[in-house]
């Protein structure tokens, strides 16, 4: 990793670089996919989210959204997660990651949940969640639904279907 690239939390300056990064990452399927629909209305910069920066430039981006599961918050969830082509691989995604689980763990944020790939995120700290203890509103490989206890036992005891947290 470069030592002219900083991380910090975002800002809602940054938010037509994180868009344009997003639409250059992942294109304009992203707004199909279920965990988009579960984010649909809330704020798109929360105090979680992250942004690695090289000078102006905004390389990698990390959204977080509170949610609730079953009814019950305390959880977050984890994306979307993109790093410019040109940086991938460098460790940018994980460090914002780290960083994030470390002040979702200090705020008293329970668990986190995404859905991704376990080889990448299971480095991180992240579980395949049990088939049917926790659902989205829409189709999700359930082999992809992950989650990353903060608090210890928060997994075995959250079920149910995740919704935005409003309140």
Not at 92 to 99: C, D, K, P, S, W
Not at 129 to 137: A, D, F, K, N
Not at 141 to 156: H, I, K, Q, S, W
């Amino acid at each position: 990793m470069s030592s002219n690239i900083t991380t910090r939390s975002a800002t809602v300056a940054d938010l037509t670089a994180i868009l344009k990064l997003h639409a250059e990452v992942f294109g304009p399927g992203r707004f199909t996919r279920t965990a988009y629909r579960v984010r649909e209305g809330t704020p798109d910069i929360s105090p979680f989210c992250r942004v690695a920066v090289h000078g102006d430039r905004v390389i990698a981006a990390l959204r977080m959204t509170r949610i609730k599961v079953g009814g019950e918050g305390r959880a977050l969830l984890l994306g979307p997660l993109a790093v410019d082509p040109e940086f991938k691989g460098q460790g940018y995604g994980r460090q914002l990651v780290a960083e994030v689980l470390d002040a979702a763990r200090a705020a008293g944020v329970a668990l986190v949940v995404l859905v991704g790939d376990e080889p990448y995120y299971g480095r991180l700290g992240f579980t395949r969640v049990p088939v049917g203890q926790i659902m989205l509103p829409g189709p999700v490989d359930p082999m992809r639904l992950l989650a990353a206890e903060l608090v210890p036992g928060a997994l075995a005891s959250t079920s149910g279907l995740i919704r935005a947290d409003r309140a």
